[in-house]
């Protein structure tokens, strides 16, 4: 391996109804009820142990379709002003890697039945975390640019911009 070269395997491929970036949520809070499915490869159903116990999970996922770089762009939802790569949640990263928190209904095997998912079908998934909201909800929080378009979110659906 070389120096500062990571390689992340994925331990699963994520399945939705969302074939394309455009109308997909953008988040998964905007896509409530929506459902899908993890296919965990079988040589990481062993680690699914006790994770039925949690109600909503983590998911770490490559953005698979995101292909250029954009270390300033529109955001989706504020399309005035342009706003820098870590001040966004937009697939078109450095590493791509992105990140939902979903409802997780059950799981059969190696197969985890998900809702409210925000990702892009074949997606390959990379990690899975439970989600436990006194490690992740914190008080006090300012949320930059995104304070004057947050409600936007449930009308905001992803377009192509980020390919």
Known sequence: MKKNTIIYKPI????????KAGGTPIQPTGSMETKGRIELFPEFTEGLKDLDDFSHI?????????????????????NDIKHG???????????NIGM???????????????????????????????????????ENVRIGWLEKNVQKLSKTKADERFK
């Open 58 to 78: 983590i998911l770490l996922y490559h953005f698979h379709l995101s292909k250029e770089l954009k270390l300033v762009a529109n955001a989706y939802m504020d």
């Open 100 to 138: 939902s928190i979903v409802k997780l209904e059950s799981i059969k095997k190696n197969i985890l039945y998900i809702k409210d998912i925000d990702i892009i079908n074949e997606t390959p998934l990379l990690d899975i975390k439970p989600y436990v909201p006194e490690f992740d909800v914190r």
């Open 85 to 95: 790569v870590f001040a966004m949640r937009a697939p078109s990263r450095p590493n």
């Open 12 to 19: 699963g491929i994520i399945y939705s109804g969302f074939s």
